[in-house]
């Protein structure tokens, strides 16, 4: 029975570990690095909504990441909205994007779904790049205002964003729970698995992979809004890029996809990796932290699909409990 | 808009579209025979520009005469590579082929920007430097050159997949792997021949581009784009159908660029690959 | 007497030049078991495919306690009543055995706990009870058929298809797969069975429908089908005397 309290003992660890962690460590880069693994956890788990539980592997998703970015930081320039309301505009906009691309989209499968998804998301960052209302390649700048919670910005101290990033994720790990073990985790687990004996059973492919996409894009447009605030800048190259699409997915497929806290190992992990490469092969620019990506991205893909968490459940694997009444438990609930 | 004008440039936009279309060949062949998608594609691409760049910056010898040794080497690599990494993931879920390969894509990127660093190169004074007229039109000799080389090399391969045995058995291969696998052909090599044959195709575009485009580590991911649309526009697994789609999208796109705004070219050509992919999904020519 | 619970008029499947089924006809009624045979090619998987909605027929009309369906997506026709197994299984192997149930319950119990009883129960249906807990893909291929049924059978179905569900079974298993499906006809669901294990069909089917190369070419009761000369025809392509005839 021990083995059942393992994973969400674990988390809890993590968790209040995360919370201490920026009062006890006070050197800047460190907290900004801290910061950086929250962000990239939180995009990760929110990316897994729809590539790990759906098994849509989107490419594009750095489109919704800018979405929410843009939109809160237009709102606040232009209209003097607050940010906090701006991320949730930016949630829904992304949302309602992820709609109008998901339709045609989900008609086609594995391979071709992915590289309507890259296609997706180049259009857009070529869009935002030629537009000039929206910033062009130039992008925004925000002012540093008088620092407070409404105003979602902070100058002296970076521990307001360390608990906003923590809370994020926090809550993005709990949509991710709710939603697996509620119908519509089962459906879309089922559609991952077998998507013709799900529609034999009344399971509607598109409206079930739409849920998917609309939830995994409003949290990672509100990561995107948390961006803006943070780094008071934004452009194309930041928040619309392929690569962002890569980072988030391969976060993801690192720490395991379909699995509740393997996009947060993953993040742990990768950033670790990317902070050790900058300091063997100095500064990045030269390729180097490709060429890690690139490795890590196929070394899992052919040797470890199921990622760390499959690793790490492969060698101590958790036994069979006994049902309380005919309660279930399955994958998604770890 | 003069007459002159449309026609030089659709005809430029030909020129182009052949070597997209070579490319793309060399994409839907893999796909045909094993069902895989291979985002690595434009980096062999890459290498083949790579190869000629040095091989001229070095030894001076020019691209398009080592362009057979582009071809074999690519060849080799392809085949290599299959050997050393794709064999592993043939059965494995889709998942973990798309990531391969997309993972592929990375490190080969990496890779050249950190030992050949991310500056422009160029391949200057070539033996084909220099423009020609035809017609009262302009063109660029290498640009004529290269399509010419393309379509070559595209009838090459559209010969050995029609004319002999091997590319029978490649074909047959692609038709039905375990009923071609009980006549005797053995799987394992024509799939190292089709990834070596994708990469030489993919590596002579790019030997034959180094004459006049220029040379970096991420070249590959606009010619990625574009196979992919050339692929699916033409059909996955159809050879034919690359070609002319390939013609097709290179006038798109310089017509695009010309008509309307040239930083919008990739919208355009884009957003002709999504209408495709959902209107009709086998593409003009291919198997659905 | 009621009109029947489900109505084939003329059900026609091409595929480019190919004619899988050619003006096929049958009614199945309420609480009935029909078997299906025929030699390999037949047609009837086609004829189940057309059924639950994977094909759209080329002509012909099918019609579900008087309601057209013929062309319906797959899951509008479960909505409707008609559930299926499939002739390769089609388990979710990332889940558990109850969860592969639970989701067939999923389309009348929203709720998960509500799901997971009915779920549970149709497991001690068919027998899968005390394996609710493991990896569904850790069954053997005859308990992954059992737990496709209790899936399917989830679903609240009036009429559930099942492909080939005795294939590959032991002569006890398949008399235990006949009388899993007596007893899922005495809950009142008609079944239309696919079958090449004639003891497994035989014994328990009010009717038989016989198809060879697409076309029908015989419906009757089984004995009758036992001894009719095109049927064995159309099986051994000679005289051939039929075991107790």
């Known amino acids: 029975m021990r083995r059942r309290w393992a994973w969400p003992a674990a988390g ?56 929410g970015a843009y939109v809160s930081t237009l709102l606040s320039l232009k209209l003097g909205v607050s940010p906090w309301l701006g991320m949730l505009a930016g949630g829904g906009t992304a949302s309602l994007l992820a709609l109008l691309v998901g339709w045609p989209c989900f008609r086609l499968k594995g391979h071709y779904f992915a590289m309507a998804t890259i296609a997706v998301g180049e259009i857009v960052q070529a869009l935002v790049n030629g537009w000039d209302a929206l910033g062009g390649a130039v992008g925004f700048t925000l002012p540093l205002a008088e620092s407070g919670f409404w105003g979602f910005v902070w100058g002296r101290s970076k521990l307001p964003y360390h608990y906003i990033a923590l809370s994020l994720l926090l809550l993005t790990l709990l949509v991710n729970w709710a ?25 509607s492919l598109t409206r079930y992979k739409l849920y998917a996409i609309a939830i995994s894009s409003f949290l990672v447009a509100t990561g995107g809004t948390l961006y803006a605030q943070k780094e008071l800048f934004i452009d194309p190259g930041s928040t619309l890029s392929t690569s962002l699409s890569i980072k988030m997915a391969l976060v993801a497929i690192l720490g395991g996809v379909g699995t509740l806290g393997g996009p947060v190992l993953g993040a742990v992990v990768l950033t670790f990796i990317e902070e050790a490469s900058r300091i063997v092969f100095g500064g990045t620019g030269r390729g180097t932290d490709l060429v890690v990506y690139g490795l890590l991205i196929v070394l899992i893909a052919v040797y470890q699909p199921a990622g760390i968490v499959g690793f790490l459940r492969a060698r101590w694997p958790a036994r069979e409990a006994e049902p309380r009444g005919a309660g279930a438990r399955g994958e998604g609930a770890t | 808009m003069t007459a002159q004008l449309l026609l030089q440039t659709l005809l430029s936009g030909v020129l182009i579209g052949l070597v997209y279309a070579l490319v793309a060949v060399g994409l839907t062949l893999i796909f045909g025979v094993m069902d895989i998608v291979n985002f690595a594609h434009g980096e062999f691409l890459m290498l083949g520009m790579y190869a000629s760049f040095w091989g001229f910056a070095l030894w001076k010898l020019d691209p398009i005469f080592t362009l057979p040794l582009t071809a074999l080497l690519l060849f080799a690599f392809g085949a290599a590579l299959y050997h050393a990494v794709i064999r592993r993931i043939i059965d494995a879920p889709m998942l973990s082929q798309i990531f391969t390969s997309f993972g592929l894509m990375i490190l080969f990127r990496g890779l050249a920007q950190y030992l050949w660093k991310p500056d422009f190169r160029s391949v200057d004074h070539t033996v084909v430097e220099g423009k020609v007229a035809f017609a009262g039109l302009q063109f660029g000799l290498p640009q004529v050159v290269a399509a010419l080389g393309a379509v070559a090399t595209t009838g090459a391969v559209w010969w050995f997949l029609r004319r002999t045995r091997l590319g029978a058995a490649l074909e047959a291969t692609a038709a039905d792997r375990e009923a071609a696998a009980l006549m005797g052909i053995d799987s394992q090599k024509m799939f190292a021949l089709a990834w070596g044959i994708g990469a030489a195709c993919a590596g002579v575009a790019g030997a034959l581009l180094s004459t006049y485009y220029p040379i970096f580590p991420e070249v590959g991911s606009s010619f990625i784009l574009i196979a992919f649309v050339l692929v699916a526009l033409g059909g996955f697994g159809s050879v034919a159908g690359a070609f002319w789609a390939g013609i097709l999208v290179g006038i798109v796109e310089v017509l695009g660029g010309f008509l309307w705004d040239p930083a919008y070219k990739m919208v355009l050509v884009l957003s002709l690959y999504l209408l495709v992919v959902w209107l009709r999904p086998q593409g003009l020519m291919g198997k659905a | 007497m009621s009109a029947p619970l489900l109505e084939v008029e003329g059900l026609t499947k091409r595929f480019g030049g190919l004619v899988a089924n050619e003006d096929v006809s049958f009614a199945v009624g309420e609480g009935e078991i029909v078997g299906l045979i025929g030699p390999n090619g037949a047609g009837k998987t086609t004829v189940f495919n057309s059924l639950a909605g994977f094909f759209a027929p080329s002509s012909g009309e099918i019609r579900l306690g008087g309601l057209p369906i013929a062309g319906l997506p797959p899951e509008a026709v479960a909505a409707l009543g008609v559930a299926r197994t499939f002739q390769i299984v089609r388990i979710f192997k990332s889940m558990t055995v109850l969860e592969n149930a639970m989701v067939g319950a999923m389309l009348r119990h929203r709720a998960v706990p509500a799901a997971a009883r009915l779920g549970y129960e149709m497991l001690r249906f068919t027998g899968l009870e005390r394996r609710a807990h493991e990896p569904a893909s850790r069954l053997t291929v005859a ?103």
């Open chain 1, 12 to 67: 809890a660890a993590a968790a209040a570990a995360a919370a201490l962690f920026p009062l006890l460590v006070a050197r800047p880069t460190w907290q900004n690095a801290a910061i950086l693994m929250l962000m990239t956890a939180q995009l990760g788990v929110a990316w897994n909504v729809l590539g790990g539980y759906a098994g849509q592997v989107s490419l594009g998703h750095a489109a919704f990441f800018g979405t």
């Open chain 1, 179 to 203: 939603v697996a073990r509620s119908r519509i985790g089962y459906y879309l687990r089922a559609i991952k698995d077998e998507p013709d004996a799900a529609r034999s059973l009344g399971v």
């Open chain 3, 143 to 245: 308990e992954q058929k059992r737990l496709e049924i209790a899936r399917a059978l989830a679903t609240g179905p009036r009429l559930l298809l099942l492909d080939e569900v005795m294939a590959g079974l032991t002569p006890s298993e398949v008399q235990e797969a006949v009388e899993m499906v007596k007893r899922i006809r005495d809950r009142g669901i008609a079944c239309v069975v696919v079958e090449h294990v004639m003891e497994g069909i035989m014994p328990i089917a009010d009717r038989m429908l016989v198809l060879e190369r697409g076309r029908k070419i015989a419906e009757g009761p089984p004995a009758a089908i036992a001894s009719d000369p095109a049927v064995i025809a159309a099986y051994l392509g000679e005289e051939y005397r039929a075991p107790g005839a």
